[in-house]
């Protein structure tokens, strides 16, 4: 009996030296449908692309085709959709449909579907929260165990591992719902000057290696939740041969990847209320000087967000106003952070330094030397351009593959940083705290600004009145 075929992990599947668009030409391919320059795979028909993806019994597709082709093909229809689609081409290829099926036949083609369905509901388990999905799925899963005994076991561990991973992400989504829910219930109308609201950060942390290190559990639970395939639905529009149907009526499935936004935004609010809040400058400089401390661990252990969120929340007027304050600070740490993370040439330092770190995750020993938690809006803008670059389809109506490949280079490099383990150790106490403190609105750091350094102009003063009116009535 053939040995199944094994998926490769992604680091080595995609990483920049390995990475290969080259794909042996299959016999059919040649018919046509399918249009090569040098080996390398450019066009072709979304008909001609869905068959390449089939296994026969001497053919399985390139890995990376595979993970290429389910990433993108959302471009052009449902999921559900391509998944009927390979389900029938298998059962009408393979004939498995007829009752006297000969078992060699059933055993040479049935490792290579099987192997097809496992790297899908394991790169893409998403799709499979749809119920059409699911049905096509088990279908074809029992046509082949039921044809041979020997497959019901892989059949079983198939969907039993499935199943797991889409309980795993409803219970984190509910987590995520409460925590959400709990932050707004704290988020308070602030009247006055906030005393003893609530304690501060360096009380529940005093040490800033501690708090960069729990930062970075909370980036890498929440990147490890976001699909591949969300980047893509970021943008899914409709697609020019779909008679105006748009490909995703239904609500975009970006639930993750909007959560791990919302959760940037929420620290870079955190880092800007906790420096508000103190009464006394020299407590509000020195919570400056933590957070410029802590800014500089995530970018020594290669957390690039967390950095880029604590900045953000430094740079933010109600902070950047504070002239006295920052006057008792020792900026020169901060400088070179602030240089580190400057936008200029398309944020030339920071992708220096997000290329050192990926070089080092390649050739790490230990998880901690693995780490690489990219500046996330930045990837998902560099995604969007990449798609805004090009067309989906040629001018003869083909897909544009040679797109795509770009297109799942970048998101497969995503998905080698986002399976790394969190080496440190979880701190549930400091966790809490950073996941569920009310953090201060828009107005609410202005005012509080303003009530630890008086306005300055005119424009700062009718703020101030018209804010204290409000919090007032």
Request: aromatic share 12%.
């Amino acid at each position: 009996q053939e040995r199944m075929p094994q998926t490769p992990p992604f680091a080595a599947m995609f990483d920049s030296s390995s990475y290969n668009r080259n794909l042996y030409h299959s016999k059919e391919d040649n018919c046509g449908g399918l249009y090569y320059h040098d080996n390398n795979l450019l066009s072709g028909s979304l008909e001609a692309l869905i068959q390449h993806l089939v296994p026969s019994v001497d053919y399985y597709p390139d890995r990376t085709y595979i993970f290429t082709f389910l990433l993108s093909s959302r471009l052009f229809m449902h999921p559900y959709e391509l998944m009927a689609k390979v389900c029938h081409l298998c059962v009408e290829q393979q004939r498995l449909s007829e009752p006297g099926l000969d078992k060699n036949q059933i055993r040479k083609i049935a490792p290579k579907i099987l192997q097809l369905l496992t790297e899908w509901t394991e790169t893409f388990p998403y799709d499979f929260r749809d119920e059409r999905m699911m049905r096509n799925l088990k279908e074809l899963a029992q046509r082949i165990a039921s044809s041979d005994e020997m497959y019901r076991k892989n059949v079983q561990q198939l969907l039993q591992n499935l199943i797991r991973k889409l309980a795993t992400v409803s219970q984190y989504e509910e987590v995520l719902a409460k925590i959400n829910a709990t932050s707004t219930d704290h988020l308070m109308v602030l009247k006055t000057k906030p005393q003893s609201i609530q304690r501060d950060i360096i009380t529940v942390c005093s040490d800033p290696y501690a708090l960069a290190q729990q930062l970075t559990h909370i980036e890498l639970e929440r990147l490890n939740y976001i699909g591949p395939e969300e980047f893509v639905q970021a943008f899914v529009q409709k697609d020019p041969l779909d008679n105006d149907k748009n490909c995703y009526g239904d609500r975009k499935k970006t639930r993750n990847l909007e959560a791990y936004v919302e959760w940037f935004n929420r620290l870079s609010y955190l880092v800007a209320t906790e420096i508000c809040m103190p009464v006394k400058k020299k407590h509000r400089a020195r919570v400056i000087e933590y957070f410029t401390d802590v800014a500089r661990e995530c970018f020594n252990i290669g957390n690039f967000n967390s950095l880029m969120a604590i900045i953000s929340g430094m740079n933010m007027s109600p902070v950047s106003r504070l002239k006295k304050t920052w006057a008792k600070v020792k900026t020169a740490k901060f400088d070179i952070l602030e240089h580190q993370m400057d936008p200029s040439s398309n944020f030339y330092n920071y992708r220096t330094a997000l290329r050192g770190a990926a070089q080092r995750s390649l050739t790490a020993h230990s998880n901690r030397e693995k780490i690489v938690i990219p500046f996330f809006s930045l990837l998902i803008k560099d995604i969007y351009f990449l798609n805004e670059g090009s067309a989906n389809r040629l001018p003869n109506g083909h897909v544009n593959f040679e797109k795509f490949w770009e297109l799942a280079k970048q998101v497969s490099e995503f998905m080698t940083w986002k399976q790394v383990e969190c080496p440190f150790e979880r701190d549930w106490k400091i966790l809490q705290y950073l996941l569920t403190v009310p953090v201060f609105s828009d107005d609410a750091l202005y005012l509080a600004s303003y009530e630890s350094e008086s306005p300055e102009n005119h424009i700062e003063k009718d703020r101030w009145k018209t804010l204290r009116f409000v919090s007032e009535v």
